[in-house]
């Protein structure tokens, strides 16, 4: 299972495709693809973004969905869905907690 | 200190102009990623796990006040509240946007700084003894030569493309606190039997995926010949130097690949050619760079101070601080005081807008208006008089920043690692922060003396690993981190590369594996002299082998 996930441009936030095909800033709010043709369409809608200036750096990453919660699988992919772990007041994570 | 004469400026305000506009372009859509990352990039701007990252390069680690509150005023009002000081004597700041970036680069252009030549493969910031011009043994200062260096190589023409990064470290003491062996050139200030000043080169020294430790290939460079001949090596470097293998792209490999004594042989031949031509440099134009960096009117004192030993005995904090935090300085009265960027527990590097602040009002108030970085990721007061010690002191207590450890096993250098760094492939930080919680107690770390612990998130060894005393690498094996311990490294006058010790480490192992090794060192060193890097250097790998995995 994958997700497709980007740096927004102009701020270069984490951002991942969304099931409506619009960049969320949540994992949780990501599409999951699952399938060679799926994963490809929605790499596909993420390069288009790419090339509307929008994001920047888009890729297709490893994650399980557990309980109905996406995990990545590669703990880069974690810290990118989280935020720095020495610096718990920043990133996503302090964004969840002030939510 | 240095001041920007009007070429410097014009070209820095230029270039902050351009990026303005490339900027616009890009947000224009105009440009395209893949158009605009290289222009990025050379001013500085990288793209990080979270957010884009600016390196501000601070030429050989010198600052003054109004250059730090600028910086924290950047940590403030463009950043999170903080900047991370890196290896290479720069600061970073890991959340602008981009946005924002031709902003901070025109606020930074306002006190001379700017973020050029910190990335990409041209030549970076030169590096330099971050006790350059106040050091008791030193021979000479060593920043008017780095400034030279950096007026030579700004936006050098032939020099903007080359096969790879490159990197010049200079120092002007015998210590070698520049690690100048592990640097493409590195320069040691000497001078002949004749009383002149010269160099000591060492070419295609570095660290990363194949570290090697620098050739000397002169044993007296004179003064005049310092950019004739840097050219030289560098106009071999950008004809041979390989750019088919970014791997093998170093000048080290070109040194290795060549042999040395063919490659000395092509420098000196390309030296002969330009030695006498317009890189040959003046005696007054040494001098009258030198007069930038002229020291501050000192006046002598006595050697102790009443004050900082009545201190010093009413106060373990303060003696731990004193024992450590202190350099000799050339004029009696005086000293060179490291603000320890390594709390306990804390983030290697790290300083937030407040610190910045304060830092930048003690330089004022009791250090001259000069600041410094050391490529160990502190922070330093070059020309503070030992009778203010104690009141300086009380003002980093308040500020957070008293920490006595200064080149004590938690004073930990570690590169940002897989928290920031998109090469990354583990972290590096939590280690480094959990050496330091294991080992705080300040009577455990006076006891284990020194000893450099150096952590790098992946093979590019920004943290230095190969050169610690005891080195850490972070990889990643089977999705988990794993971490390779080093020993017997360093980055002085006796450089050497540490050697893998054995298998690696998890995450939840590693820390206790260190604390075997220092439990090993304590165990079995002659005295309280022999810090461990001299028992290891006798003891040889065995003792510490078996006390990390059993008898053989
Ligand atoms: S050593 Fe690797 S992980 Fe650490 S800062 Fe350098 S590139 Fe990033």
Redesign the interface.
């Known amino acids: 299972m994958k997700v497709v996930t980007a740096?927004r441009?102009?701020?270069?936030?984490?951002v991942w495709l969304g099931e409506n095909g619009r960049w969320v800033e949540r994992i949780t709010l990501a599409g999951v693809f699952d399938g060679k043709e799926a994963v490809a369409e929605a790499l596909a809608l993420g390069l288009a973004s790419?090339?509307?200036?929008e994001v920047?750096?888009v890729y297709e990453m490893d994650v399980t969905v557990e309980d109905g919660v996406i995990v990545p699988?590669?703990?880069?992919e974690k810290?990118?869905a989280t935020?720095?772990?020495?610096?718990r007041d920043?990133?996503k994570q302090a964004q969840a907690v002030s939510a | 200190m240095y001041r920007y004469d009007e070429f410097d400026a014009s070209f820095v305000s230029q270039r902050t102009e351009q990026f303005k506009d490339q900027v616009r372009r890009r947000l224009a859509g105009e440009l395209s990623e893949d158009e605009f990352k290289p222009l990025r990039l050379m001013n500085g701007l990288y793209l990080q796990l979270h957010a884009y990252m600016l390196r501000v390069a601070i030429p050989y680690g010198t600052l003054n006040s109004r250059q730090m509150r600028k910086l924290a005023y950047i940590a403030r009002t463009y950043d999170k509240g903080y900047g991370h000081f890196t290896t290479r004597q720069n600061i970073q700041f890991n959340w602008p946007k981009l946005e924002d970036t031709p902003k901070i680069l025109e606020e930074l252009a306002e006190v001379e700084m700017h973020a050029i030549q910190t990335s990409g493969n041209c030549i970076r910031n030169v590096t330099a003894d971050h006790f350059a011009g106040a050091a008791a043994d030193e021979i000479a200062d060593p920043r008017p030569y780095a400034e030279i260096l950096r007026q030579w190589s700004s936006l050098h023409p032939e020099f903007s493309f080359l096969p790879r990064k490159f990197k010049i470290a200079i120092t002007g003491a015998p210590n070698d606190r520049a690690a100048v062996q592990v640097h493409d050139i590195g320069l040691q200030l000497t001078r002949n039997d004749a009383g002149e000043t010269g160099f000591v080169v060492f070419v295609g020294g570095g660290l990363g995926r194949t570290p090697m430790i620098g050739r000397k290939v002169r044993d007296f460079l004179p003064e005049e010949d310092l950019l004739a001949y840097s050219e030289a090596i560098l106009r071999v470097y950008n004809r041979y130097g390989r750019r088919d293998n970014k791997y093998k792209a170093r000048i080290k490999i070109l040194v290795h690949e060549t042999g040395l004594e063919e490659l000395k042989a092509d420098i000196e031949q390309e030296f002969e050619k330009i030695r006498f031509g317009v890189l040959r440099l003046p005696e007054e134009e040494v001098r009258r760079i030198e007069a930038y960096f002229a020291p501050p009117p000192l006046e002598v004192g006595a050697a102790t101070s009443a004050a900082v030993e009545a201190r010093r005995a009413s106060d373990a904090g303060f003696a731990q601080f004193a024992a450590h935090n202190l350099n000799p300085h050339r004029v009696p009265g005086y000293t060179s005081v490291t603000l320890s960027m390594k709390p306990i527990g804390g983030i290697p590097g790290d300083a937030s807008d407040a610190q910045m602040d304060v830092m930048a009002d003690l330089a004022e108030q009791y250090g001259h208006d000069e600041i410094r970085i050391s490529h160990e990721q502190n922070v330093i007061l070059p020309h503070v008089k030992l009778d203010d010690l104690p009141a300086l002191y009380d003002e980093l207590v308040a500020a957070g920043i008293a920490e006595g450890n200064a080149g004590l096993i938690t004073d930990i250098i570690a590169c940002p690692g897989m928290d920031f760094c998109a090469l990354a492939t583990a972290r590096s930080i939590p280690v480094a922060q959990r050496i330091s919680e294991r080992f705080g107690a300040a009577e455990r770390q006076a006891e284990i003396g020194e000893l450099k612990i150096k952590i790098s998130g992946c093979i590019n060894a920004c943290g230095h690993h190969h050169v610690g005393h005891i080195g850490i690498l972070g990889l990643e094996k089977k999705g988990e981190e794993f971490y390779q311990v080093t020993l017997g490294g360093s980055a002085n006058e006796n450089t050497s590369i540490g050697e893998i010790v054995g298998r690696g480490f998890s995450s939840e192992e590693v820390v206790d594996a260190i604390e075997k090794l220092v439990d090993t060192y304590l165990g079995l060193r002659s005295g309280k002299e022999e810090t461990f890097l001299d028992a290891y250097r006798r003891l040889g790998e065995a003792p510490f082998k078996e006390a990390l995995y059993g008898a053989a």
């Open positions: 740096n441009l102009l701020s270069g936030e984490v790419k090339d509307r200036q920047v750096d699988v590669r703990l880069r810290i990118r935020g720095p772990t020495t610096h920043l990133g």
